[in-house]
């Protein structure tokens, strides 16, 4: 069983930057595709963006194109977020994953959870 730890959250005003970072531990990581979820409060979790495991194959959410940027280290067994111009509409906790699968990351693949990092974006 793999464990995920998120971290880099934190309070940032509107168009701000912050880095997330989920480091992997227990089983390496490296043939498996990653990804970014987040909910916000009231809401369900919903998908963020993800990355096989080359990280040659990277996708996001309509909401986040052109703002956030998902990369890997595998050498690091280590997947970050880094998310340029937030918006208050950003506000969530955020949470990594790792899929069954080495290209995909559908909910419905996810073996493992991290126990997510709140960002909070202000006005």
């Known amino acids: 069983q793999v464990q995920l730890v998120e971290s880099g959250g934190g309070l940032v005003q509107a168009g701000g930057s912050l880095r997330l970072s989920c480091a992997a531990s227990?089983?390496?990581?490296?043939?498996?595709?990653m990804g970014w979820f987040r909910q916000a409060p009231g809401k369900e979790r919903v998908f963020v963006a993800g990355?096989?495991?080359?990280?040659?194959?990277?996708v996001y959410a309509d909401s986040v194109k052109g703002r956030f940027t998902i990369s890997r280290d595998n050498a690091k067994n280590t997947v970050y977020l880094q998310m340029n111009s937030l918006k208050p509409e950003d506000t969530a906790v955020y949470y990594c994953?790792?899929?069954?699968?080495?290209?995909?990351?559908?909910?419905?693949?996810?073996?493992?959870w991290g126990q997510g990092t709140q960002v909070t974006v202000s006005s």
């Open positions: 994953a790792v899929s069954r699968q080495a290209t995909t990351i559908h909910t419905t693949e996810i073996t493992s």
């Open positions: 227990g089983r390496t990581v490296s043939s498996y595709a």
């Open positions: 990355i096989s495991w080359s990280g040659g194959r990277t």
